[in-house]
T-cell receptor, first 114, second 114 residues
Framework: GQQLNQSPQSMFIQEGEDVSMNCTSS?????WLWYKQDPGEGPVLLIALYKAGELTSNGRLTAQFGITRKDSFLNISASIPSDVGIYFC??????????????FGTGTRLTIIP | SQTIHQWPATLVQPVGSPLSLECTVE??????LYWYRQAAGRGLQLLFY??????ISSEVPQNLSASRPQDRQFILSSKKLLLSDSGFYLC?????????????FGNGTRLTVT
């Protein structure tokens, strides 16, 4: 089946630093999604990308859908304490009508060092 | 706006006991519904999805089952829990009929089988 390689697995940064993480796939997707998960909660959608080459921002977050449709990156600028959490990429390939199954990356755990 | 509710938030059950986790969605009709399991804060694995009442697809063979008795209700069950069923269970929904609609997650149920 499809697999997503997400890197880095973890990041330790200081407040105010910029963050960059990425996902690569062995096959193409129609959509790339980025989620953030806080401890003990469900993932929350941050950004959705629908077209190859698309660059989308959401506040301090910027994500891009790779031209090859096999990769995506997420950047966070000027990190703040509430950015701490686990970030997941997810690829979506619509196999059947009404079935938007996702393949998730393994996550990037972001920690801010005081 | 749409909301998704999962309960209970935490559950401790002995091996061999039955399980019933419930998920409901409000503010939308005929959603696609999903059950995911997450181990150790990473790696979401799709267990079941449903595109309509009574329509359940299983992604992996396991000790669990799912049912959709009503349009916006999704239930995860087991007749006899195993130790390996411990984990964080997430329900999610997406819009039906919308191309590559993102998934939106509930806050999860942490199940510990003792």
């Amino acid at each position: 089946g499809q697999q997503l390689n997400q890197s880095p697995q973890s990041m330790f940064i200081q407040e105010g630093e910029d963050v960059s993480m990425n996902c690569t796939s062995s096959s193409i997707f129609n959509t790339w999604l980025w989620y953030k998960q806080d401890p003990g909660e469900g993932p929350v959608l941050l950004i959705a990308l629908y077209k190859a080459g698309e660059l989308t921002s959401n506040g301090r977050l910027t994500a891009q859908f790779g031209i090859t449709r096999k990769d995506s990156f997420l950047n966070i600028s000027a990190s703040i304490p509430s950015d701490v959490g686990i970030y997941f990429c997810a690829g979506q390939l619509r196999a059947n009508f009404g079935n938007e199954k996702l393949t998730f990356g393994t996550g990037t755990r972001l920690t801010i060092i005081p | 706006s749409q909301t998704i509710h999962q309960w209970p938030a935490t559950l401790v059950q002995p091996v061999g006991s039955p399980l019933s986790l419930e998920c409901t969605v409000e503010g939308t009709s005929n959603p696609n519904l999903y059950w995911y399991r997450q181990a150790a804060g990473r790696g979401l694995q799709l267990l079941f999805y449903s595109v309509g009442i009574g329509q359940i697809s299983s992604e992996v063979p396991q000790n669990l089952s799912a049912s959709r008795p009503q349009d916006r209700q999704f239930i995860l069950s087991s007749k006899k829990l195993l130790l390996s069923d411990s984990g964080f269970y997430l329900c999610a929904w997406s819009k039906t009929g919308a191309y590559n609609s993102p998934l939106h997650f509930g806050n999860g149920t942490r199940l510990t089988v003792t």
